[in-house]
């Protein structure tokens, strides 16, 4: 890292203590900033690294519900407008037990640069809160949603803040919420939240949007080395519905998907993945991964514990969490011969992990280029909201296709502009950052 970046970097680590994935998500971008920092001194000259790296908003709020016993609990809501140079804050919401400031921040950061990336006009935010919905009724994460949008409520708006959903957070609960927003407001404002349920105002696509857009830039980056997922075996963490259509897609092309797996272990699935089974299992039932295994049959192991990393692949998706794939898995995946590795989640490789799959040369996508289809499509449906439209699931799909294609031809021109040609990470970031620190400048001190 050169000389003014390290600067700026002790500084941001100065400000924001205790924040350990902020810190790491930050220190990814600036490690690859020096080219394009050097080229341009008015980003220095202006403190745009240090301005894009300071939210524009942070607001932390106390959400009170009651449980099914009556019992009276309480958690912490979050939601960081980190940039709004392009366009509205975007980005969705997390409900999870570890949900805190640091975390959230890392996530509204890293969608600054993604949401550039897909050259829609939306800035960068995230949000969420620390309660758990996994064992919860219907009625009491009701409760808690309508209570967390109470507050949140005051925050958001199509031309302001359109949250969406992210782990813990499906159309389950943003029905609840935008039903809460409607109340409180008295307006429909279809496009205040994104991935609405298709009869009012929800975009076809959108629920495939992440695991397809992620396969699809797989799929263009594999063919830079004249090679295709057709015939390959791939291993994909999670469960969720980032794995479940990265699946689906990855079928369709030819690939064989021979893992899934939750927080309880991992599923391998020797004759690939039935799709159907786990979908019926995970969404559903709302079942485990080793449920899958007892109905499937003798093709398929449950491993307890531990993670897909060392089964033997070609192509590996993580779509589960944030640091999910380290050194040691990122060894496996090399000793075993993997060809390439894109994120589906956000940032799920360690850096360690990183920097092992960029010294061996496979090819690797960092989740802020691969994962973006799931706020490109969110994008897709702000704009058939804004318009009282809506669109065919084929040609929101093209749409989509056309998208991720752009991103990773952008990322791979301007990886090859800065000096180092076939570098996904330095494309993506080089190229989202100019873009959102153009528009900074642009709009003066603010």
């Known amino acids: 890292m050169e000389a003014n970046l390290t600067q700026a970097y002790d500084q941001i680590i100065a400000r924001n203590p205790g ?56 958690n912490r809501g979050f939601r960081v407008e980190f940039n709004s140079a392009l366009g509205p804050y975007k980005g969705g919401l997390r409900f999870h037990p570890s949900v805190y400031l640091g975390i959230i921040k890392f996530l509204g950061f890293e969608q600054i640069f993604k949401n550039s990336l897909t050259g829609l006009p939306i800035g960068g935010g995230k949000g969420g809160a620390d309660f758990d ?3 919860r009724s219907d009625g009491e994460i009701m409760r808690f949603c309508q209570s967390f949008m109470t507050e949140l409520a005051n925050h958001i708006g ?7 959903g992210d782990i813990g957070v499906g159309g389950r609960e943003i029905g609840y919420m935008f039903g809460q927003y409607r109340r409180i407001t008295n307006r429909y404002d279809a496009g205040v939240l994104t991935g609405k349920g298709l009869t009012w105002g929800g975009s ?15 799929e263009r980056m594999l063919r830079t080395r004249g090679l295709s997922l057709d015939g390959m075996r791939i291993a994909i963490s ?20 021979i893992t899934c797996s939750d927080s309880s272990g991992y599923v391998v699935d020797k004759a690939g993945i039935d799709l159907e089974l786990l979908k019926q299992v995970k ?32 192509v590996a998706l993580p779509c589960a ?25 956000n940032m799920p490789c360690t850096p360690d992990a990183v920097t092992a799959f960029q010294k061996s040369g496979v090819l690797y996508a960092p989740g802020k280029a691969s994962n973006a289809g799931g706020v490109a499509t969110s994008g897709l449906e702000m704009q058939q909201n804004a318009s009282r439209d809506s669109w065919s699931f084929e040609y929101t799909e093209n749409k989509l ?20 040609p076939g570098d996904y990470m330095v494309g993506a970031n080089i190229a989202g950052f100019i873009k959102v620190a153009d528009a900074v400048i642009a709009q003066g001190l603010i």
């Not at 050097?38 to 980003?43: A, D, E, K, T, V």
């Not at 076809?204 to 797989?218: D, K, N, Q, S």
């Not at 469960?239 to 998907?257: D, R």
């Open 19 to 74: 924040e350990a994935e902020f810190h790491q998500a930050v220190r990814e971008v600036f490690d690859t900033l020096g080219p394009v920092m050097s080229r341009n001194p008015q980003y220095t000259e202006a403190a745009v690294l240090e301005r894009i790296c300071e939210p524009e908003r942070q607001i932390i709020f106390r959400v009170p519900w009651m449980d099914d016993a009556g019992r009276v609990q309480i």
């Open 238 to 257: 999670g469960s969720g519905n980032v794995a479940m259509y990265a699946t689906e897609k990855a079928q369709e092309l030819g690939g064989k998907v």
């Open 401 to 420: 296709a056309e998208i991720m294609k752009n991103i990773h031809d952008t990322c791979e021109q301007t990886a090859e502009e800065y000096g180092h």
């Open 283 to 314: 969404e559903l039932e709302r079942g485990r991964v080793s449920d899958y295994v007892m109905r499937r049959g003798p093709s398929a192991t449950f491993v307890p514990g531990g993670s897909v990393w060392g089964v033997p692949v070609d």
């Open 204 to 218: 076809l696509v959108r629920t495939e949007a992440t695991g397809y857009g992620l396969v699809i830039f797989t």
């Open 133 to 135: 919905p996994h064992g």
């Open 158 to 164: 199509p031309q302001t803040d359109v949250p969406a």
């Open 321 to 345: 969490t944030q640091n999910e794939l380290d050194g040691d898995a990122a060894a496996a995946l090399l000793t075993n011969g993997v060809t390439a590795v894109a994120e589906g989640a």
